[in-house]
């Protein structure tokens, strides 16, 4: 039996880190990357993330203003204010993001760090990751980065540039702060996803031992006690009950002389210490899918449950301590994991905060000037994009992809954190045992104080509820919007009515006037 050596978090993310160096968005040594695979500081990659800042921000401004060309004067003040503040907040968020990198660089190589040792502890309770899984979704996430960001610049350039020169050309600059935007907010998806990788290991891990001693249970030909599976119990009436009758028949047996609460002693997780009460165990070459992600599944289907199972059909399971060690990893491991969390959130609050007002912002406008194009309204400069429905459908996908994403990502992160606990108690109630049911209890008041949960800096949290809240405000101040818009052209009708009856009225009059005079004037005496 051989160690199968644990690929690390960075392994899968090559291709991330090489587009973040080169754009600047992360400030980390590439030599040092490209030859040990480690995030190290560098003074030059900080120097190239401030240069690259200053360059993109000033050419950002140079290609917007010759986009707009002197078109500024023509709309009304409040509507160049509103498109002024939405095609700037682009490069804020750029330069949000880059500040961020050079200031969180210590606590993005501590996360990293804390992580592979996570992995390197579950590796030898048998608990494997497939760090790949992460290395294929950081691609894909790249790709519709990439397909999102030329389609809406090469489609704007052509349907809106007059003149194809090589100067118009720097129109494609403006592609550069939304795609660092995007590039963080991978960062930010790959680093949650980690976690609730870690976490569904551990439950998908307890999971397959419950499914193989359920399934070993389902071939016991031993007999049956008849006082317990006679009589119909539910999940917390059977874990009562077991304990009880199992403390009557070892009282009755040896009754303890002095009966001593044992207190089991769960620590937090702390880094760079091997826990002295897990033992070192061996992974078997024969172990190539992903057990920690899915059950595991082999030929008998008992899975990881095999090693506390007896070789002999004929004899009952009994699980006792043996199982201890592991539950008391995974709870220590549940709190590491919670802590990591913790940290990426304080990481990538500002960063969220900005990214989700702009979202806001941005497609409730885009909405209200789809609307103004549909009703052949004018349509600011700025704004342009809306005149064309496909234009503007791809890019109120993708801002509202770059909000989706990671709400989603971090509720189910929040969720699947929560479902540790679940776990537990459902392999308890399969073991059945009073020295497993005191251990799960007492980890589960441990667990019940692990808590995750990911915020824009406090103001919201990040799950479902916030993108329902996002959704219906957009929909009533769009709401909003029209119903103003419409106001101001039945007034602007009316105004134009109310002048035209004047003008008829004093020509009339005049009319009137003259005749009057002419009469009076050619009258005989």
Request: net charge neutral.
């Amino acid at each position: 039996m051989s160690v199968i050596p644990v690929r690390s978090l960075l392994d899968s993310q090559h291709v991330l880190f090489y587009v973040s160096s080169i754009f600047g968005v992360i400030p980390y040594s590439l030599w040092a990357f490209a030859k040990r695979t480690v995030l190290q500081l560098s003074i030059l990659g900080n120097v190239w993330v401030v240069c690259s800042l200053i360059v993109y921000s000033a050419l950002y401004h140079v290609a917007t203003t010759n986009y707009v060309k002197d078109d500024w004067g023509t709309q009304k003040t409040l509507t160049n204010a509103i498109g002024i503040f939405i095609i700037y907040m682009e490069p804020l968020m750029m330069a949000t993001d880059m500040v961020a990198g050079m200031i969180n660089q210590r606590q993005l190589v501590q996360c990293v760090d804390r992580i592979a040792r996570i992995d390197n502890h579950l590796a030898t309770e048998g608990i494997l990751l497939n760090n790949q899984r992460l290395r294929r979704t950081t691609i894909v996430l790249l790709l519709l980065v990439l397909a999102f960001e030329a389609v809406i610049t090469v489609y704007s350039f052509v349907a809106f540039e007059e003149e194809f020169t090589v100067y118009s050309l720097i129109w494609y600059i403006t592609t550069i702060p939304t795609a660092i935007n995007s590039v963080s907010r991978i960062w930010y998806v790959m680093l949650v996803l980690a976690i609730r990788q870690r976490f569904n290991a551990m439950n998908a891990h307890m999971n397959a031992i419950a499914h193989g001693l359920l399934h070993y249970k389902d071939q016991f030909v031993g007999e049956q006690d008849a006082d317990i599976a006679e009589i119909p119990l539910d999940y917390l009436e059977k874990e009562i009950f077991t304990v009880y009758t199992q403390r009557r028949k070892q009282l009755a047996a040896t009754p303890p002389k002095n009966p001593i609460t044992k207190v089991i002693a769960v620590k937090p997780y702390q880094p760079g210490k091997q826990p002295s009460s897990s033992p070192t165990k061996s992974i078997e070459l024969s172990t190539p899918r992903n057990s920690a992600i899915q059950p595991w599944s082999d030929a008998e289907g008992l899975g990881p449950a095999r090693q506390y199972l007896p070789a002999d059909l004929r004899l009952r399971v009994k699980i006792e301590q043996r199982l201890d060690n592991k539950l008391i990893l995974i709870c220590r491991t549940h709190d590491e994991l919670c802590e990591v969390g913790k940290i990426v959130n304080r990481m990538y609050s500002v960063q969220m905060l900005v990214a989700m007002a702009h979202g806001f912002v941005a497609i409730t406008a885009e909405f209200y000037f789809l609307y103004c194009s549909f009703t052949e309204q004018e349509v600011p400069i700025l704004f342009r994009s809306a005149e064309l429905f496909l234009l503007a459908l791809t890019y109120i996908s993708y801002t509202a992809l770059k909000c989706i994403v990671p709400i989603f990502v971090c509720w189910k992160t929040k969720t699947d954190s929560h479902r540790t606990g679940i776990e537990m108690h459902y392999l308890a109630n399969v073991v059945d045992e009073c020295h497993c049911y005191e251990v799960v209890n007492h980890l589960s008041l441990k667990l019940l104080n692990h808590h995750l949960n990911f915020s824009a800096c406090g103001f919201f949290d990040l799950d479902m509820t916030t993108l329902y809240a996002i959704t219906g405000a957009i929909t009533s101040y769009l709401i909003i919007l029209i119903q103003f818009n419409l106001a101001a052209i039945q007034k602007s009708s009316s105004n134009s009515t109310v002048a035209s009856n004047d003008s008829t009225t004093t020509a009339v009059s005049v009319i009137e006037t003259v005749v009057t005079t002419a009469l009076t004037t050619y009258v005989p005496n």
